[in-house]
C-alpha cells in the first residue's frame, strides 16, 4: 500500500510540473529540475534538509522571456512606507506604513534565467507589517489550472534553486486577480522568494 501511495504522489507531482510548464493561456475577460551547467545542484545542497522536513522541493513559475541579467532597484523607505518596483520583470513590493520604524535601504534583484524568483535585502530582516509582493503573471506561463497553485516559497541561500526547481523552507499562499492577471501575496522577512505552483516532488 506505501508503495501505492508513492506512485500516487508521483503522479501527481509529474501533473503540477506539467501544468507549470504549459504553456500560459490568456485570463477570463472578465475577473470576480536539472541545474544550469556547471552550478551546484539544489537537489544535492539541499539533501539534508530534504529528509529532515526542513525544506521542500517546489516547481518554479518561469518567465516566458528569460532575464539576460539580473536587474536590481534600491529605494530608502521610512515609516510612512513606499514601494519597490522593476517593470521588465512584472514585479512590485510596498511597504506599508509601519513595517519599518526608520529608514531603511531596501534592495531587490530580479534574478536572471527562467526561474520568477527575487532576492532582497538587508538580508534577515523581519517586519512589523507583512510587505506586499504582485507579480504580473501575462510575464510567465502561469495559466489557468496552475495559477489555482501558485504560492511565494522563501529560500535562505540562492545555491537552493535550479533551473525548474527550488527547495524552499517556507510557502506562503496569495490570491490571483483574473481581471488584471496578478498575484498578491505577503512577505515578512527577507532573503529570496520564489513563485511556485506546486511541488516538484513527493517524500
Same mark, same amino acid.
Given at each position: 500500500?506505501? #508503495?501505492?501511495?508513492?506512485?500516487?504522489?508521483? /503522479?501527481?507531482?509529474?501533473?503540477?510540473? /506539467?501544468?507549470?510548464?504549459?504553456? $500560459?493561456?490568456?485570463?477570463?475577460?472578465?475577473? @470576480? /529540475? !536539472? $541545474?544550469?551547467?556547471?552550478? $551546484?545542484?539544489?537537489?544535492?545542497?539541499?539533501?539534508?534538509?530534504?529528509?529532515?522536513? +526542513?525544506?521542500? &522541493?517546489?516547481?518554479?513559475?518561469?518567465?516566458?522571456?528569460?532575464? !539576460? /541579467?539580473?536587474? +536590481?532597484?534600491?529605494? +530608502?523607505?521610512? !515609516?510612512?512606507?513606499?514601494?519597490?518596483?522593476?517593470? @521588465? @520583470?512584472? *514585479?512590485?513590493? +510596498?511597504? $506599508? !506604513?509601519?513595517?519599518?520604524? %526608520?529608514?531603511?535601504?531596501? #534592495?531587490?534583484?530580479?534574478?536572471?534565467? %527562467?526561474?520568477?524568483?527575487?532576492?532582497?535585502?538587508?538580508?534577515?530582516?523581519?517586519?512589523?507589517?507583512?510587505? *506586499?509582493?504582485?507579480?504580473?503573471?501575462?510575464?510567465?506561463?502561469?495559466?489557468?489550472?496552475?495559477? &489555482? &497553485?501558485?504560492?511565494?516559497?522563501?529560500?535562505?541561500?540562492? %545555491?537552493?534553486?535550479?533551473?525548474?526547481?527550488?527547495?524552499?523552507?517556507? &510557502?506562503?499562499?496569495?490570491?490571483?486577480?483574473?481581471? #488584471?492577471?496578478?498575484? #498578491? %501575496?505577503?512577505?515578512?522577512?527577507?532573503?529570496?522568494?520564489?513563485?511556485?505552483?506546486?511541488?516538484?516532488?513527493?517524500?
Amino acid at each position: 500500500m506505501h #508503495t501505492t501511495f508513492r506512485r500516487i504522489g508521483t /503522479a501527481v507531482s509529474l501533473a503540477l510540473l /506539467a501544468a507549470c510548464s504549459a504553456e $500560459p493561456t490568456s485570463p477570463p475577460m472578465s475577473s @470576480a /529540475a !536539472a $541545474p544550469a551547467a556547471g552550478a $551546484p545542484s539544489a537537489d544535492l545542497l539541499g539533501l539534508g534538509g530534504l529528509l529532515n522536513g +526542513t525544506l521542500r &522541493l517546489v516547481a518554479g513559475v518561469k518567465r516566458n522571456t528569460p532575464l !539576460a /541579467a539580473p536587474i +536590481t532597484v534600491t529605494q +530608502t523607505i521610512g !515609516a510612512s512606507g513606499g514601494t519597490l518596483s522593476i517593470p @521588465a @520583470a512584472g *514585479v512590485t513590493v +510596498t511597504v $506599508p !506604513a509601519g513595517a519599518v520604524s %526608520s529608514n531603511v535601504v531596501f #534592495t531587490m534583484t530580479a534574478r536572471a534565467g %527562467s526561474l520568477v524568483a527575487y532576492d532582497f535585502a538587508p538580508h534577515g530582516v523581519t517586519f512589523a507589517k507583512p510587505l *506586499v509582493f504582485k507579480q504580473n503573471l501575462a510575464v510567465t506561463n502561469t495559466n489557468l489550472v496552475s495559477a &489555482l &497553485l501558485l504560492q511565494l516559497g522563501y529560500y535562505s541561500d540562492p %545555491s537552493l534553486l535550479g533551473t525548474v526547481t527550488a527547495l524552499v523552507s517556507e &510557502l506562503t499562499g496569495g490570491s490571483v486577480n483574473y481581471s #488584471t492577471w496578478t498575484f #498578491t %501575496s505577503s512577505i515578512r522577512h527577507f532573503s529570496g522568494y520564489i513563485m511556485s505552483c506546486g511541488r516538484g516532488g513527493d517524500d
